[in-house]
């Protein structure tokens, strides 16, 4: 499993290319984040629109985008019970963030993807999703999950167009600005991607 998961070391200066992690789909790269990733990070967590449904509040600074992806840099996604975050870019511009959460097993995983508005409703976000199902899939993962808001209907219709299937509904189950709201948890089996 680990040989899928390439990673290479954190970077530590603003100039560097960050290492890691460079998965291909058709029209985009999935890769580690590092420094280069943290203004344009900032730029679109700090866009309402894309904040309205994500636990941070706009505006999102600079330094808290550059202590983001300090925790993130260069890490192997199926790390054991953490968020890792990979950017999204196509056209040569950082898009979006994808991120994956492994569990103690390393046989589930959830996920959890963002793009910048600019870049919205281009089939970017669905194509990151599904160059990560791919992934963790052939790695061995038995069950992807991911929630989003009852009332998101962007992130509703790109779970479902990858195949992910509705399992619960979650009351008051999310902190979003300042009050608790619903939402929808789906999962993929490996069987059901393979099918
Ligand atoms: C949720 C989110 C990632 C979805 O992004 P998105 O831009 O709607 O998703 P896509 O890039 O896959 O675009 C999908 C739309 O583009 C269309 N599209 C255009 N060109 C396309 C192409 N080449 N391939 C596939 N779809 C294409 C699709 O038909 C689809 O339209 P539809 O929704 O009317 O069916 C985005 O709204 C977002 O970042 N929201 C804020 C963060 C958030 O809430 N994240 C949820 C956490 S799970």
Redesign the pocket.
């Known amino acids: 499993m680990t040989t899928l998961w390439a990673t290479g070391t954190a970077p530590d200066g603003d100039d560097e290319r960050s290492t890691g992690v460079q998965w291909y789909g058709s029209r985009l790269v999935l890769r580690s984040m590092g420094a280069e990733h943290a203004r344009s990070l900032a730029d679109y967590r700090s866009d309402p629109e894309?904040a309205?449904?994500?636990r941070w509040d706009p505006p999102y600074t600079l330094d808290q985008a550059r202590a983001f992806v300090a925790t993130t840099a260069g890490l192997d996604p199926l790390v054991p019970g953490r968020w890792v975050h990979l950017a999204i870019e196509a056209h040569g511009e950082h898009v979006?963030d994808i991120g994956v959460r492994g569990d103690d097993e390393g046989r589930q995983a959830r996920v959890?993807?963002?793009?910048a508005r600019p870049w919205?409703?281009?089939?970017?976000?669905?194509?990151a999703l599904t160059t990560v199902l791919r992934r963790l899939f052939a790695a061995g993962a038995h069950r992807v999950e991911?929630?989003?808001d009852t009332d998101?209907i962007?992130?509703i219709?790109?779970?479902e167009?990858v195949g992910m299937r509705r399992e619960a509904e979650l009351w008051s189950a999310a902190f979003r600005h300042g009050e608790w709201i619903d939402c929808y948890s789906y999962a993929l089996l490996a069987s059901e991607w393979r099918a």
Do not use: N, P, S, Y
């Open positions: 894309v309205r449904h994500q979006g959890e993807v963002t793009i919205q409703q281009a089939g970017l976000a669905t194509e991911a929630r989003c998101d962007a992130a219709r790109l779970l167009r």
